[in-house]
């Protein structure tokens, strides 16, 4: 059966070459924005390495009892480490846990194998208590990770693991994909390869549930609507994070604001060629431009920049609300 992941062939090669050459490493690290394929690609790889009837090295049927249980993430011999919730944090209980069952000899497949997704979101605790065991993996053990950034990894956890960055899918490319193996029309899936910024995985998601696509817009919307109000009635939507438990809700709208500004400096930097700039928000596209003459290049880079820094905050004990008003305070008024 072929992997079937767009945009990562090459990925496979290096993955089925180290399978051919019997020489696999005992961690990969699989690094890329959420979204692009990251947890595809392992599960892939995990059912290559433990398919009971492999037509090929570095191939799986797809068939078997390891193969279907390894895709819907149920094997005995594979352990999942994560967050409870995206954007929470992956603690050392967990970590240890997954050890202990890992010196434990497979129940049936060749490799016991640990997955553990989004490990950026692990703690410094969980980190260090991972490093033994990248150390000193035992017997028949793979140890996958994926993260969507290096820098928030220890160095350690890094130099341990084969590090493979994914790249996003070209759009044309991808609103191909989406027209021939998914059956979207042409104009929608340039829509959606746009909104997902070439992360096929994501575009996938978005193009089975056209209600989060429409989130997403509806967010960008009233980002734009936050641009033409003045401080108070900022400080009004700020409120809406008085409650700690907002902070997954607050990390996705400022995910979405880094698209929302990245658009507008591109736009004003390069308006005259607007049609042939990879937007995020091809849909708001001539607000955008009207917004994007009204503001220096300058100023939309440092907002930018400062909301970056924000996500940074969002992973420490800060106040929520206080953090939003902060943020924008320094966005540009166009009332």
Sequence with gaps: MSWNIAAHDWAVQILQNHMRSGNTRHAYLFVGPQGIGRRTISLRFIQALNCLNPPAVGEFCGECRVCRQVSQMQHPDLFIGEAETPGGTLKIDTVREIQHS??????EA????ALLLRF????QNAQNALLKTLEEPPENVKMILTASMENALLPTIISRCEVIRLRPM???DLQKVLVDEWNADEEHAWRIAHLAAGRVGFAVNLLQNTEKADAILDTAREGLELLMQNTRQRFRFAEN?????KRADLRNIIQIWQSLFRDLLLLSTNGDASSELPLTFVDLKFDLLEMAGKVS???FLFV???INHSMDYLDANVNLQLLTENLLLDWPSLK
């Design 102 to 107: 890992l010196s434990l000899q497979p129940y």
């Design 110 to 113: 060749r490799w016991r194998v």
């Design 120 to 123: 950026e979101e692990a703690n």
């Design 170 to 172: 070209p759009l044309a």
């Design 241 to 245: 994070f008085k409650d700690v438990r």
């Design 297 to 299: 290049s300058e100023r």
């Design 304 to 306: 930018l920049n400062q």
